[in-house]
């Protein structure tokens, strides 16, 4: 049966500091070291056996799959990074103060920036970085909403994960609040309204026990 857990990263330094983080690439405060190898001595405890692991390229995702891994003992475990993994890119709002935004265009446009489905916040020009070098520049985002993060996410999801679950493989994504929520909207099927209450906890790895043909058999936190 294949099985699927996902793992959303755990506070980082700017979760700290209330800023939009998007694709800024912050580490993990210490709460958060200790959120991730907590959700890997639960991995352990409940005799999950990775046989891959995908993250994305963005230091607080691969850290946390670092620290799972190492606590459930599978550090050795194939390792695969993606941009098509990191969280939402939150456009002109990276780096900027949440209440401080919140005070200057309202608390209703900003609930609307962070949890419409198909509202994208004010775009930004993407800025160089060499993790992305070989990508088509116009791939690179100003700016996501869930829409787009899952339209990107898409082709990964095609391409890597479900051809190993189709193999009956036990899956780690050890990603973001926004790319989990996006994949568990195509996985579960939840519509474009219902998809904006769905909470991905943090230190609590979620698993899905999945149908040959990757319908959800039953899901539960550790």
């Known amino acids: ?5 996902f793992a959303r990263h755990g506070k980082s330094e700017w979760n700290k500091e209330n800023k939009f983080t998007g694709w ?22 409940a005799g999950i056996e990775f046989d891959v692991a995908y993250t994305s390229v963005l230091t607080r995702a691969i850290k946390t799959c670092h620290y799972i891994l190492e606590e459930a003992n599978q550090l050795w475990v194939p390792e695969v990074k993606s941009w098509r993994l990191n969280e939402r890119h939150y456009g002109a709002l990276q780096g900027l103060d949440k209440q401080d935004t919140r005070d200057k265009y309202g608390d209703e446009q900003v609930h609307i920036w962070r949890r419409s489905y198909d509202v994208l916040p004010p ?21 996501e909403n869930l829409k787009v993060t899952l339209e990107r996410a898409l082709p990964f999801w ?59 058999k039953d899901k539960y936190y550790l």
């Open 1 to 5: 049966m294949p099985k699927l857990i």
């Open 24 to 45: 800024v690439d912050v580490d993990l405060a210490p709460e958060g070291v200790e959120e991730a190898q907590d959700a890997g001595r639960k991995i352990k405890e």
């Open 123 to 143: 775009l930004t020009d993407p800025k160089a970085d060499r993790r992305y070098a070989d990508l088509d520049p116009r791939t690179i985002p100003g700016g």
């Open 158 to 216: 095609e391409d890597q994960i479900a051809p190993a679950l189709r193999d009956g493989k036990t899956v780690l994504v050890a990603a973001h609040g926004n790319s989990l929520r996006a994949l568990a909207k195509h996985i579960e099927g939840i519509s474009d309204d219902d998809i904006m209450d769905l909470e991905i906890p943090t230190g609590k790895p979620s698993v899905y026990e999945l149908n040959d043909d990757l319908t959800v």
